[in-house]
């Protein structure tokens, strides 16, 4: 099974700058999809962005205009460059795909926090 490794979070003031990094173990092409996905205190977890293996993007409402996901399909990386960060959004960010989704499988995530 593929596995998919997050990495980037930590501590930002509010207004500041993140960029999340997920690599995974096989070519991320092999995927028709990859999103990154957040679950706050007290909150389900909800998918805030998504790229297709066509580069097609969609963002949640709340996150449009602040965040872009890409990839390095050479790296097989995704990327999610988050600006203008609120407190709202501190949660731990999963990245995922939908094969995997199907199987239960989450990794460890990593952990963003917002906070002046």
């Known amino acids: 099974q593929v596995q998919l490794v997050e990495s980037g979070g930590g501590l930002v003031q509010p207004g500041g700058s993140l960029r999340l990094s997920c690599e995974a173990s096989?070519?991320?092409?092999?995927?028709?999809?990859v999103g990154w996905y957040r679950q706050g205190p007290g909150k389900e977890r909800e998918l805030v962005a998504a790229?297709?293996?066509?580069?097609?993007?969609n963002y949640v409402d709340s996150v449009k205009g602040r965040f872009t996901i890409s990839r390095d399909n050479a790296k097989n990386t995704v990327y999610l460059q988050m600006n203008s960060l609120k407190p709202e959004d501190t949660a731990v960010y999963y990245c995922?795909?939908?094969?995997?989704?199907?199987?239960?499988?989450w990794g460890q995530g990593t952990q963003v926090t917002v906070s002046s």
């Open positions: 995922n795909a939908p094969k995997l989704v199907a199987h239960g499988y």
């Open positions: 096989g070519s991320i092409s092999s995927f028709t999809g």
């Open positions: 790229i297709g293996s066509g580069g097609n993007t």
